[in-house]
């Protein structure tokens, strides 16, 4: 049985297991979750911090949430090779951990930025919330000044995981100014060419920005 992926297209963490499981060929079952049913009490049973995505193998009996944990499970456990998350080089290992740290204090600065313009507290992102989104990207810059990808020499989860971010900035915020970021902005341009990053993105990328400009209600 395919494990099942419990989602939200719009959300960038979702969209970076999507592309995880196509980057190594795995099949996953999706189940689309609104954002009003993350509170119920199945939800709540597979995951106590009400978030997605969630991914629950009943094969292995084994449940498990949070898309950096994931892609780590699913590389572990379905890759036929362990490039994208080499397990026993635990230096690389310890880059890779890093940088998807980073994926979370940048998306704690996206969802700054985002939320209250989905919640109708704000109608465009504050300069403030633009200024913090700006610094995190300038530090993605550095971790990218000698190395083609994020964690290195070769593409790895935490280039996936970053991807779905920084389309989204791109897609709602701002475009990646190649004259700024001209390191970001070649990695971008690089990734977006994966063959699954449409697939795993144009849906989701869409309603973000549907939401964010206020073109359909979050609830
Ligand atoms: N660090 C988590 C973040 C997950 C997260 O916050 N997901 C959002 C959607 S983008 C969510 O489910 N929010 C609902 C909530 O916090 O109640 C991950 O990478 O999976």
């Not at 049973?45 to 009943?58: G, K, M, R, S």
């Not at 094969?59 to 080499?86: C, K, M, N, R």
């Not at 993605?140 to 000044?145: D, M, N, Q």
């Not at 849906?203 to 549907?210: A, C, I, P, S, T």
Request: glycine share 4%.
């Amino acid at each position: 049985m395919a494990p099942k992926l419990y989602y939200m297209a719009a959300s960038p963490p979702c969209r970076a297991v999507l592309m995880v499981a196509k980057a190594i060929g795995l099949e996953l079952e999706l189940e689309a979750v609104e954002f009003e049913q993350l509170r119920t009490e199945e939800i709540l049973e597979l995951n106590p911090q009400h978030t997605v995505p969630i991914l629950v193998d009943a094969d292995e009996d084994f449940t498990i949430w949070d898309s950096h944990a994931i892609a780590i499970y699913l590389v572990g456990q379905y890759a036929s090779d362990d490039s994208l998350y080499p397990k026993n080089d635990i230096k690389q290992v310890a880059v890779i951990n890093q940088r998807m740290q980073f994926d979370n204090i940048l998306f704690d600065k996206c969802k700054a930025a985002f939320h209250p313009i989905m919640m109708g507290i704000e109608d465009v992102v504050s300069e403030e919330a633009s200024d913090c989104m700006l610094e995190s990207l300038g530090l993605l810059e550095v971790f990218l000044k000698d190395k083609p990808w994020i964690a290195g020499d070769v593409l790895t989860i935490a280039d996936l995981t970053i991807l779905a971010l920084v389309a989204t900035v791109e897609e709602v915020v701002f475009p990646i100014d190649p004259e700024r970021f001209p390191k970001l902005s070649e990695w971008f341009n690089k990734a977006k060419e994966l063959a699954y990053f449409e697939e795993c993105n144009k849906e989701g990328l869409d309603k973000m920005g549907q939401l964010v400009r206020h073109e359909v209600p979050l609830i």
